[in-house]
C-alpha cells in the first residue's frame, strides 16, 4: 500500500473518531425523578349518585289522599370528599383505607289534614319537609395495579372490600296552618346509624413526578340503612312508631391530588 493511501485512511480514522465528541445525542435522555414511594395518601372531590329514599317517600305521600297533594323528591346526585391512605408491599398490589362524606337531600312538600285536638278536629296545613343524610363511609380495600408505577405514565388498578356506613339521618317537617298562615306544629327527629356494605373500584394514577400525581377513581357501593325515630298516627288516634330501610346503593365519581412518601 502507497504512502498515499495510508495517509488517507488515517485521516478518515482520526475523522470519524472524532466527531461523536462535539455532536449533540440524537434522543435527549429522560430526566430521572427518583424512585416512586409505597405509601400514598390523597384527598378527591366529585359525587355520588344512585342513592334512594323511596320506602319513607312512598309511604309518606300515600298518606296524603284527595283532594290533598303531595310531591317528593329523591336523593339524586350529591357532593361527595374523601382522603384516604395506601401501602403497596408489592410494586403491584397495596392495602389501603379511604373515608368519604356525602351530602344526601329528599325534600317534599304539598298540603294534607292533620289530626289537631282529636280524632274529630282536623287542620289543613301546608307543608314542606326535608330528610337529609350526611353519610360517612370508612373502607378497608386490596388494590392490583395492572403495572408499576412510572413518570409521566397512567397506571390504572383495581380493588375491592368492605364498607362500613356512618350516617348522620335528620328529618324535618314544617306545617303551616292553611287558612292562617301561622306556623301550626314543626316536627324533628335525628339519629346516627351503623350500616356495613361492600364495594369494588377501577382507578387511574398519573404520577408527575415521583411524589406527586393526579388520581380519579370510579366505586360501586352496596349498603343499606334504617331510620327509627318517626312517628305517625293510626286509625284509632294514637301515635305509632314507624321505620324505613334507606337504600345507599350507589356509585362514587371522584378526581383529586395524590402525594407519596
Same mark, same amino acid.
Request: no cysteine; aromatic share 22%.
Given at each position: 500500500m502507497s504512502a498515499r493511501w495510508i495517509a488517507l485512511a488515517m485521516g478518515a480514522l482520526t475523522l470519524f473518531s472524532a466527531t461523536p465528541v462535539g455532536a449533540e445525542p440524537i434522543i435527549k435522555p429522560r430526566k430521572y425523578h427518583g424512585p416512586i414511594p409505597q405509601s400514598m395518601v390523597w384527598l378527591r372531590a366529585g359525587m355520588f349518585g344512585g342513592a334512594s329514599n323511596e320506602e319513607m317517600n312512598a309511604y309518606l305521600d300515600g298518606r296524603v289522599q284527595s283532594? !290533598?297533594? $303531595?310531591? $317528593?323528591? /329523591? *336523593? &339524586?346526585t350529591s357532593l361527595a370528599v374523601e382522603a384516604g391512605y395506601a401501602h403497596k408491599p408489592h410494586p403491584q398490589f397495596a392495602v389501603? =383505607?379511604?373515608a368519604s362524606l356525602s351530602f344526601l337531600s329528599s325534600p317534599g312538600s304539598g298540603i294534607? /289534614?292533620? +289530626?289537631d285536638a282529636g280524632p274529630d278536629t282536623v287542620v289543613v296545613v301546608d307543608y314542606d319537609r326535608d330528610f337529609k343524610s350526611k353519610l360517612i363511609v370508612l373502607e378497608a380495600s386490596g388494590i392490583y !395495579? *395492572? $403495572?408499576d408505577a412510572a413518570v409521566q405514565e397512567f397506571q390504572t388498578y383495581v &380493588? &375491592?372490600?368492605f364498607s362500613f356506613g356512618i350516617p348522620y339521618e335528620s328529618f324535618t317537617e314544617?306545617?303551616?296552618? !292553611? /287558612?292562617t298562615g301561622e306556623v !301550626?306544629?314543626? +316536627?324533628e327527629t335525628s339519629e346516627w346509624g351503623f350500616s356495613p356494605g361492600v364495594h369494588a373500584m377501577l &382507578?387511574? =394514577?398519573?404520577?408527575v413526578d415521583n411524589q406527586f400525581a393526579i388520581t380519579s377513581e370510579a366505586r360501586v357501593q352496596r349498603m343499606k340503612g334504617r331510620y327509627e325515630q318517626l312517628q305517625a298516627v293510626n286509625e284509632t288516634g294514637d301515635l305509632e312508631n314507624i321505620n324505613f330501610d334507606i337504600d345507599y346503593n350507589g356509585f362514587y365519581l371522584t378526581v383529586g391530588v395524590l402525594w407519596g412518601f
Open positions: 283532594p !290533598f297533594t $303531595s310531591t $317528593s323528591e /329523591d *336523593f &339524586g389501603r =383505607l379511604n294534607k /289534614d292533620v +289530626i !395495579f *395492572f $403495572s &380493588g &375491592g372490600g314544617t306545617q303551616t296552618n !292553611f /287558612d !301550626f306544629q314543626t +316536627i &382507578g387511574a =394514577l398519573y404520577y
